[in-house]
C-alpha cells in the first residue's frame, strides 16, 4: 500500500491540525488520541511516512527505528503508567481496522484493560 499524504497524522506532522502534543523526539511525535478509550491514550506516530508496524519495521532506518520505541517508553514514563500497568497496540490493514494509514502505537493505561482480546469462537 501506497503512502498517502493526506491522511491525518500527516497533515498534524505537518502542522496543519493540531493535536494535543505530549512528547516529541527526532524520529516521533505522541499525542492524545481524540476518541480516548482509557483515562490515558496516547498515539505515538513516526515522523516519517510509513502506512503500518509492517512497512515500518522493514523500511525504516535504525535511527528511526530506536527513536521511535524510546518515544514509546518516555511517554509511558512521563503519564506514570507503568508502575500498574499498560499495554501499547497498533492496528494494521483491514482484519487488524486501521483507520489511519499512518503507522501509529496506541498506548492505553491508568485503569484495568481486561484481557488483550476475545478467545477466538470454537
Ligand atoms: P486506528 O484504528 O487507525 O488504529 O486508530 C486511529 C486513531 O486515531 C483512533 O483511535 C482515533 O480516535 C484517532 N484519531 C483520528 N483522527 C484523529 C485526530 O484528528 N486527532 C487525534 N488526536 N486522534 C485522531
Do not use: W
Not at 499498560?86 to 494509514?101: A, C, F, T, W
Amino acid at each position: 500500500m501506497a503512502y498517502d499524504n493526506e491522511n491525518i497524522f500527516a497533515k498534524i506532522l505537518r502542522g496543519e491540525i493540531s493535536c494535543d502534543k505530549v512528547y516529541e523526539n527526532d524520529h516521533a511525535l505522541a499525542f492524545k488520541d481524540i476518541n480516548p478509550q482509557a483515562p490515558v491514550h496516547i498515539l505515538v506516530i513516526p515522523k516519517g511516512p510509513y502506512v503500518s508496524y509492517a512497512d515500518f519495521g522493514q523500511q525504516a532506518s535504525d535511527a528511526e527505528l530506536a527513536g521511535f520505541m524510546r518515544a514509546v517508553g518516555e511517554v509511558a514514563k512521563q503519564l506514570g503508567v507503568t508502575e500498574r500497568g499498560s499495554r501499547i497496540l497498533s492496528n494494521q490493514g483491514e482484519d487488524g481496522h486501521q483507520e489511519v494509514p499512518h503507522f501509529h502505537v496506541h498506548l492505553f493505561g491508568g485503569k484495568d484493560l481486561g484481557r488483550m482480546i476475545k478467545p477466538i469462537d470454537k
